[in-house]
Nanobody, 124 residues
């Protein structure tokens, strides 16, 4: 059973940076595509970023492209989301996901395992 635990959320001001981390356990980390999603109350979950098992491919939503960077450390079983130039509209609960499929499937929201999320709040 895969367990994902997110950390690093908090309250920041617009323009600030924040780094989210997700710790993975229970299976072979490098076998899984990892993804980040976010959700605000009353809205559907939104894809943010994904990285392949080897870390050589990454994809982003248009809303975060150029500001966020996803990376993974297969030696430490962690995936990180570096968020720069944060905007109030980035405010959401951020979730880490792991999937046995390709990054394209993660983009479509088809993660196999999900963390409980970490709250990010960006004030204007």
């Amino acid at each position: 059973q895969v367990v994902l635990v997110e950390s690093g959320g908090g309250l920041v001001q617009a323009g600030d940076s924040l780094t989210l981390s997700c710790a993975f356990s229970g299976r072979t980390f490098g076998s899984y595509t990892m993804g980040w999603f976010r959700q605000t109350p009353g809205k559907d979950r939104e894809f943010v970023a994904t990285v392949s098992g080897t870390g050589d491919s990454a994809y982003y939503s248009d809303s975060v492209k150029g500001r966020f960077t996803v990376s993974r450390d297969n030696a430490k079983d962690t995936v990180t989301l570096q968020m720069n130039r944060l905007k109030p509209e980035d405010t959401a609960r951020y979730y880490c996901a792991a999937g046995a499929g390709r990054p394209s499937e993660m983009v479509a929201g088809r993660g196999d395992y999900w963390g409980r999320g970490t709250q990010v709040t960006v004030s204007s």
